[in-house]
């Protein structure tokens, strides 16, 4: 855009070329709103959540920034914010990416906490709204916008404090062991995510509660050829230091329970 244009007062909107929806509102300096929203939406920090999602999705070159019109008296921008928002419905999940569905301005005003009549205003504009199941391909787009993405300091506290006072410890139920499965099949760890999964567990003694439940879940299991080769392939190489006392005990007495269990007639 022109300089002359870009610090200008109007109406503006930031459009998704790839859906369509767009976020609609006004500025006294178009070019100075312009480049706030753009670092606050790179920083993952926007006011507007479902632009910031949509941001983060489909990436910055899925945007482009519009001049919608030039307003000459600011003292109008309001009016015609409303008007180009409710042109657009910019504000419902179908077409935009504003939260409220009125226009407002924050010239002069001073920011602190939300009054009862502002959250009532953001419940209102976020009732209705349907959230049905992610599809999978909106999934991955969301994992793939946060892959290697650090995390500050501030945002891991955060992340501490919400944890604190969870029950880790909860049985977890059919359901969401069969969610866990299927997220994992198919993923393979890197060599470096192995050795840290390694280092971590290194001198970590298992209860005998542990031990038990570990025994009972592999009674009765049986390994398939291609388990077995792959088992006996990490083994080729490994050099087996002397076996301690307690060690060469514990084979021997499982042994003799083995050898009793053959004996016992069938029944």
């Known amino acids: ?12 909107s930031i459009r998704n070329i790839q859906n369509g929806k767009r976020y609609v509102g006004s500025a006294v300096n178009i070019g100075s709103r312009w480049r ?3 670092s606050t939406l ?10 910031q999602r949509a941001w983060d999705l489909y990436k910055e070159d899925a945007f482009v920034f519009e001049l919608i019109e030039v307003v000459a008296d600011k003292c109008d921008l309001l009016a015609r914010e409303q008007f180009w928002m409710d ?12 939260v409220l569905p009125l226009a407002r301005s924050s010239l002069g005003a001073k920011r602190g906490p939300f009054s009862d009549a502002h959250r009532a205003a953001l419940s209102a504009a976020r009732t209705g709204v349907k959230k049905g199941p992610m599809s999978p391909e909106n999934r991955a787009k969301l994992i793939a916008s946060h892959a290697g993405r650090p995390l500050s300091a501030e945002h891991k506290a955060k992340l501490s404090m919400v944890r604190k006072g969870k029950n880790h410890n909860k049985p977890i139920t059919a359901e969401q062991r069969a969610r866990l499965s299927e997220t994992g099949k198919g993923r393979k760890h890197t060599e470096e995510a192995r050795a840290k999964m390694s280092a971590a567990t290194l001198g970590i003694a298992l209860s005998e509660a ?39 005990a514990k084979i021997s007495a499982s042994r003799r329970h083995w050898a009793a269990d053959q004996r016992k007639p069938a029944t």
Do not use: D, F, W
């Open 1 to 12: 855009m022109a300089n002359a244009i870009l610090n200008s007062c109007g109406i503006y």
């Open 36 to 38: 706030h929203h753009k």
């Open 42 to 51: 790179r920083s993952g920090r926007h006011h507007s959540i479902k632009l």
């Open 87 to 98: 042109l657009h419905a910019a504000s419902t999940s179908e077409h935009g990416y504003n």
């Open 210 to 248: 542990h031990r038990a439940k570990i025994s009972q879940s592999l009674l009765g299991m049986k390994l398939s050829p291609e388990h077995r080769a792959k088992l006996s392939a990490a083994k080729i190489g490994v050099k087996r230091g002397p076996m301690s006392e307690e060690h060469k």
